[in-house]
């Protein structure tokens, strides 16, 4: 069983990241999972934070040599920010003097928090909910990357569909270079030009900007997830793993929103046998590479739906949580759009999932156990 925990404040000294349950002979370096890191704190449409920030990841437990040694693997992210928070965010008593949050964002987790937990100071919530923690799954999703990479050749990607009310078309072949060089991760150059000037827009009326994202696994073999029990099965398992990113407020597998609206006679992917390639497959793959809450052998893709960010320049009105007074909402440094680094995080949480899935189905207690695994499941496909 694959574990994952994360802890950290948004403005605490660091990030911690604990993965348990990795086989042992996985190679794996710090630099990769940077890249990653890196991904995340980029996108035209971020804030002052990512000017400080410059995440690195640093790997203190369970790898010796560039290899896991089937340990818990902890990684560490510094926040270069807290610097700047060392007495607000001090953990002993003496001499703490904060300056409480009281003005309740509109969007965020402030008032609900507070509530929650008894607190009259809303930093003591957005420290913990703040999207600051995006980098430690970031982190985790590199570790799971490497696992389906070197267990089963699975490979995780995302590109923005939409911003605002701008959405791209996208090509058949999507070319993962051309991603990444585009300021807003879109693979539709002249969408993406249309999305950069919506984001210049809604930074100049101090407004803000949702849109969409897509994530595809390649390379997953039938079999991940079960229809065994409602929290077996895989596409409920990817909608709550994507639903969790800060902002993405709703989740579609494949075509499922369009299938609610057409006749069953253009939804359904008709199988069909591939007899040079010895394998089954299906003519289309509307549903997402999921069936019954399994991997079917196609491409697993979902898409993401992501509010626009909370904080406004021009403040919504809020609530004093000491006075109940009618105020503007606190503004703290914030971004205009997130989209295209929150596609990067739903890369990280797709990967848990399946990273999960087929260490369920597959075991191992190393890398190599586990290949042995795998190639002999993909052989008795073959032999069917
Ligand atoms: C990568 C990323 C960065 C974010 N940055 C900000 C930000 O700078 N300001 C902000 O108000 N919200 C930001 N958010 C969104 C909030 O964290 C989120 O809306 C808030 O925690 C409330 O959670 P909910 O929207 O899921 O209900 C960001 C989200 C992501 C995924």
Redesign the pocket.
Known sequence: MLRLLTAGESHGPQLTVVVDGLPAGLALSARVIDRDLVR?QGGYGR?G?QQIERDRVAIVSGVRGGRTLGSPVTLVVANRDWENWRRPMQVEAAGFRPKPVRRV?P???DLAGALKYDFDDARNVLER???RE?AARVAAGGLAKRYLEQAAGIRVHSYVLGIGDVVASVPAAIERGAVERSPVRCPDPRAAAAMVAAIDSARADGDTLGGTFRVEATGVPPGLGSYRQWDTRLDGRLAQALCS?????AVEIGDGIAAATLPGSRVHDEPWYDAEQHRFGHRTNRAGGVTGGITNGETVWATAF??P???LLRPLRSVDLATKAEVNAHY????IC?VP??GV?GEAMVAWVLAEALCEKFGGDSLRELRRHVAGYRARLRRR
Do not use: L, M, N, P
């Open positions: 995340r804030g934070r964002r969007g965020h987790a909910a703040s999207a995006t990113i800060q902002a993405v407020k992501v509010k960010i909370s904080t703290e440094r914030s971004d997130v680094a929150a995080v």
